[in-house]
């Protein structure tokens, strides 16, 4: 059974910082992309970043180049975001999803499987 479990929101102040990490099973790992979306109430799902796990290439949106790092752990089989200089637009629910693919950010129905997502809130 594929499983993803993000953790790691949380409420922070606005220029805060959090880490957030999904956990994965079943599948395999090193040969999958992750990535990160996320959605505020009455947005649609927008692409944060993502990892190849093959070569560790990394992608991001623009929205959060240079404030936001993914990483990867194949040994845990876990990816984290690392969240710094967060703003109150960054407020939205995170999940993290999985593809045997090529990496990008644009359409979040190439991705098979997702997690439950976790809650981020940055207060003014």
């Known amino acids: 059974e594929v499983k993803l479990v993000e953790s790691g929101g949380g409420l922070v102040h606005d220029g805060g910082s959090l880490r957030l990490s999904c956990v994965t099973s079943?599948?395999?790992?090193?040969?999958?992309?992750i990535a990160w979306f996320r959605q505020a109430p009455g947005k649609e799902r927008e692409g944060v970043s993502c990892?190849?796990?093959?070569?560790?290439?990394?992608l991001y949106a623009d929205s959060v180049q240079g404030r936001f790092i993914v990483s990867s752990d194949n040994a845990k089989k876990t990816v984290y975001l690392q969240m710094n200089s967060l703003k109150p637009e960054d407020t939205a629910v995170y999940y993290c999803?999985?593809?045997?693919?090529?990496?990008?950010?644009?359409?979040?129905?190439?991705?098979?499987?997702w997690g439950q997502g976790t809650q981020v809130t940055v207060s003014s």
């Open positions: 990892i190849s796990n093959r070569d560790g290439s990394t």
């Open positions: 079943g599948f395999s790992f090193d040969d999958y992309v």
């Open positions: 999803a999985a593809v045997y693919g090529v990496k990008h950010l644009a359409y979040s129905d190439y991705y098979n499987y």
